[in-house]
């Protein structure tokens, strides 16, 4: 009757997107992938370090206590930490992409307009409208994470850190340069650059095929895994992609007692031990707190007098420079990084760079040199800044698929909690005691290290889960 039947062994023969990305394995398409999403990390990078460079130049155009100066900060971590978990839903209901491409529109326009701020109100509020936009390019995370073969994860991850670094010290070195001349409004304008350039190379990047999978579509996700197998000089595995449609962006999964423990045990330290680092660093040299041994003129100006505050005590150059050289510890120490991944794993890796962290954040107090303390500054930024990749990775590999982007965007949103205290301990506090405002940063590193033991699973070279895990 005309009737044809394939009993070829491929006409029964299935495959996962999990299966699909270890069979194309690493290719160009990755190399792309990773450069364009990387570059995502400089623009967040610039819109969060730009609040420790400009923090001298507003507290001296507008008279500002200390408090006013941290609320900056914490407002930026407030716009971020509700658009997080707002984001986070969108992309498993709508897809990754929409989100991430979004989030580089909404936070370059507002960061423009906060160049022309005309009060200290209207600055807070369009800040807070960058730190919303900056949350949505966070999910580029994901957005990576789910390309990348399992193997290869521990290895590129945390080489991303380029990126970020670059992002650091691209914001000092425009302070460097266009501060003193043009002053921060300028900077501003000028630090948008990137984030217009990323937009028109975004069209490069397909969704997620995770996600088109998780949605139903799976049409969509074969054409893109089709599309990197040609880019990669590979192809997909013999037979059909199967997979079966999963409830998306479900908020259940995160009452998940595995889950609740990830989110809250390692993302609010990871965030406020980071950002603890940065801030105390940039209020350390613009107010002069170091105990420096053999300080210059320009080290000798303090903040807080007996009749008074100094408003105006502008970064000088080898301020600019010391802040540089620590950015560079984001990325000096990122072998040791890979090393310990790949050979201890995530939890045993948190465990000694949180431990090394706590350590260091209690040295900064010692009196020594200005160039131990630049080496004491470079140390510190390299374990918190490895600390958070770390967790970063392992987040992306403990949710499954369905929640993915709901559950990071739910940890970077609950980690903006440490980002928010963080700036009232080491902008307002510090100001009293330096012993007293670094001594919370140790404590948390070191008990966060004694809780990672309560973490649920070890994700190290296990593929990404498509399912919610059963406890």
Sequence with gaps: FGIRIDLSPAADQTFTVEDAVETIGF????????????????????????????????RCEWRLDDWQVALVSTMVFLGFMVCGV??????????????????????????LL???????????????????????????FVLKTEFIPAKHRAFLLPLATIFWMTGSMLIIILGML??????????IRISVTPSVVLIFLFKFIPESARYNVSAGNVDAAVQTLQQIARMNRSSLPAGRLVEPATERGSWRILLNSSFRRTSILLWFVASFSYY???????????????????????????????????????????????????????????????GLLNVFGRKMSLTV????????????NICTTMFGF?????????????NFNVVYIYTAEVYPTAARSLGMGFCTSFSRIGGMIAPFIAQVLMSRSVFLALSPFSVACLLCALGNFLLPIETRGRALLRKQIKT
């Design 374 to 386: 630049t080496v004491l500054l470079f140390l510190l930024r390299s374990l918190v800044s490895m």
């Design 114 to 140: 906060t160049s022309f701020a005309p009060s200290y109100g209207w600055f807070i509020f369009l800040r807070s409208m960058v730190g919303c936009g900056v949350a949505g390019v966070s999910q580029g």
């Design 27 to 58: 290719g160009r398409f990755h190399i792309l992938l990773f450069v364009i999403m990387g570059s995502s990390n400089i623009v967040e990078a610039m819109e969060i370090m730009l609040l420790a460079v400009v923090s001298p130049e507003i």
């Design 353 to 364: 760079l949180q431990l090394m962290a706590a350590i260091f954040f209690m040295l900064v």
């Design 178 to 187: 266009v501060v003193p001349t043009l002053g921060w409004r300028w900077m």
């Design 276 to 338: 603890g680092s940065v801030l105390s660093s940039s209020e350390l040299l613009e107010k002069n707190l170091l105990c420096v041994t053999n300080p210059d003129r320009e080290h000798q100006v303090k903040h807080r007098h007996e009749d008074g505050l100094c408003y105006c005590i502008p970064f000088a150059f080898d301020d600019y420079q010391t802040l540089l050289i620590s950015c560079l510890g984001e990325i000096a120490l990122v072998p040791l990084n890979i």
């Design 86 to 111: 707002l984001g986070g839903y969108v992309a498993d209901r709508y897809g990754r992409w929409k989100v991430v491409c979004g989030g580089f529109i909404w936070s370059a326009y507002f960061s």
